[in-house]
């Protein structure tokens, strides 16, 4: 049998192994397949492949940055514009400097000390980006604030590799050169978003399978063309990605690509375990807690100052903070790049892969579980208090102001709940963690407040005491029963209704004490079932029902701008 059709086989059949067991024991699905690289190969040495499956995970990381650039609205990052590149220059700079204090106290100089300082600075657009995604946190508030501080990371981690692979002959010139380049290749990106790919992809939709093709050949071409002027293949793929997130087939083309880049994202997971080496690691182990130390604690303590410094909330830089508790992927990149050039030794490769093995294991658990974190630790934050300005704290809402009705989740099915509950009354409160629905709801003089109905914060600034109603269309369980609990605890006649997606959990629900749970998909069909009912009686009544729908629509997309 051909190695490398063996060696990709083996990694899928574990990798859903592996990832099978961790939902059951309901565990993160990223370190059971970093555990499954580390068992089939350092220790059984069942998989040795490592350049084809270092090359295929390159490849996962690239896809991964084509579908971000491909969602990402550039528009919704106006807001953190300041903590993201400011805010990303301070970040650099200052951790670049501790993390080479910190290699100098463990005996490293010089060039060594820069790389290790480099790769304590940088967090995994890979790790963060997939787990935000798969908890729908990307449009939250700290969920943009991280991405805007990846892209920062991203940018400046070309510069690094640029810099380092010219030490020999680096001048201002060079560096002048690159930064040239670089902008000329976003230029063409850019134009080419705007006058070649429309034209293109307005041909390529009408055959799905041409669409996926041409879109996955923008995103080789444009890696390719990075790659070949000293770029990044991974920056290459998000440019591509951006170029082409302003069309019109922007979600279809990423619901396409997501399957494969969900391929290559688990043999980049398994390829970190495989290339775990544990041969030296007797002479490693102080630098790898040092370095571990400095990236879960230290990175983490800094980062949450820096954010509270700009104006946000402490659960807001915290979570941010605690989700770029890790080493990134470029990490890999820069000390490959290094041993390659001659800048360090092999062992660099063998310290920096435990180190992120390590770090992303235990950052998975903390951004898994942030809120709760949060919500644990929240009173020694206090010491805290004196750095945070709350400049950018969204609401319109007083604690002396009574509110009948209390929504939570205004997005999707929320606005349809809202314009019925008007009609009951006016004093109603939403709670949502989507900043660009709270900033709308605020300038209607809606009240309102930013936050995730989860955070400890939020639920003691509302009085429950006096609700005639709770309404939750969030569809999260966990979130839900606690809600529930916290209702009922305070006036248990005050109904309450909670959403969810699936029969068991609704009936988990109802155990619970909610009064109702919608399940949309239910409500949907019985909704449909008695308009069929309805026009079958009066063919005519069909037209009304259409005329009002399309009404309907055009107000959503006017005012609220979301699917439904």
Do not use: W
């Not at 180190?355 to 020694?380: D, E, H, L, P, Q």
């Not at 008695?530 to 009066?538: G, N, R």
């Amino acid at each position: 049998m051909d190695e490398f059709f063996f060696d990709i086989g083996l990694i899928i059949i574990l990798a859903s192994t592996f990832g099978y067991v961790a939902r059951l024991l309901k565990q993160p699905i990223i370190p059971a397949y970093i555990l499954a690289g580390a068992i089939f190969g350092p220790i059984l040495g069942i998989i040795d492949n490592g350049d084809i499956i270092r090359t295929l995970s390159e490849i996962g990381i690239a896809f991964l940055l084509f579908t971000v650039g491909l969602e990402l609205e550039l528009k919704k990052l106006r807001d953190i514009g300041n903590v993201a590149t400011l805010g990303g220059l301070i970040q650099f700079a200052s951790l670049f400097g501790l993390g080479f204090f910190t290699a100098a106290l463990l005996g490293y100089f010089k060039l060594e000390a820069v790389y290790i300082a480099l790769i304590l600075v940088f967090s995994s657009t890979m790790v963060v980006i997939k787990i935000l995604s798969d908890k729908k946190e990307l449009d939250s508030l700290h969920g943009r604030i991280i991405i805007g501080l990846l892209l920062m990371q991203d940018i400046l981690a070309i510069f690094a590799i640029s810099i380092l692979g010219s030490l020999n002959d680096f001048s201002l010139q060079t560096m002048m050169l690159s930064l040239i380049i670089l902008f000329l290749l976003i230029v063409f990106a850019l134009i080419a978003s705007k006058v070649i790919f429309p034209k293109i992809f307005k041909f390529a939709a009408k055959s799905p399978e041409l669409l996926f093709l041409v879109s996955v050949a923008v995103a080789f071409t444009f890696s390719i063309i990075f790659e070949i002027l000293g770029f990044s293949i991974a920056i290459g793929s998000f440019v591509a990605g951006v170029s082409l997130g302003n069309l019109p087939y922007n979600l279809e083309i990423a619901s396409r690509v997501r399957s494969l880049k969900d391929f290559f994202a688990t043999v980049f997971f398994v390829a970190l375990g495989v290339q775990l080496v544990f041969g030296d690691i007797s002479k490693l182990i102080v630098p790898i807690i040092v370095l571990t130390f400095f990236t879960i604690i230290i990175k983490t303590l800094f980062n949450f100052i820096l954010i509270a410094l700009f104006g946000y909330e402490k659960r807001t830089s915290f979570i941010t903070a605690i989700s770029l508790a890790q080493i990134s992927e470029f990490a890999l990149i820069i000390i490959g790049f290094g041993y390659a050039q001659g800048h360090i030794g092999s062992e660099f490769l063998s310290l920096t892969i435990m180190v992120a093995t390590i770090t992303i294991m235990v950052s998975t658990y903390f951004i898994k579980f942030s809120a709760g974190i949060y919500n644990s630790i929240r009173s020694y934050l206090k010491i805290f208090n004196f750095l945070i300005t709350e400049k950018h704290v969204l609401h319109n809402f007083s604690d002396e102001k009574k509110h009948d009705v209390l929504l939570i989740g205004y997005d999707r099915i929320g606005y349809a709940i809202f314009k019925g509950l008007k009609k009951l009354s006016d004093r109603i409160l939403v709670v949502d963690f989507n900043p660009d629905i709270i900033k709308k709801l605020v300038r209607k003089h809606i009240n309102c407040i930013y936050g995730d109905i989860g955070d400890m914060e939020i639920l003691e600034k509302i009085d429950f005491k006096d609700l005639k109603m709770v309404v939750s269309t969030i569809p999260e369980i966990r979130e839900n029963m606690m809600l529930v609990k916290k209702v009922k605890a305070v006036n248990e006649e005050t109904p309450i209704f909670v959403t969810c997606m699936d029969v068991d959990e609704a009936l988990e629900l109802y155990d619970s004490g909610a009064d109702y749970v919608i399940l949309p998909h239910f409500l949907g069909g019985e909704h449909v079932s008695l308009m069929l009912e309805d026009i079958s009686q009066d063919i005519t009544k069909l037209v009304t029902n259409k005329v009002e729908h399309i009404k309907e629509l055009h107000i959503r997309k006017e005012h609220h701008h979301h699917n439904y």
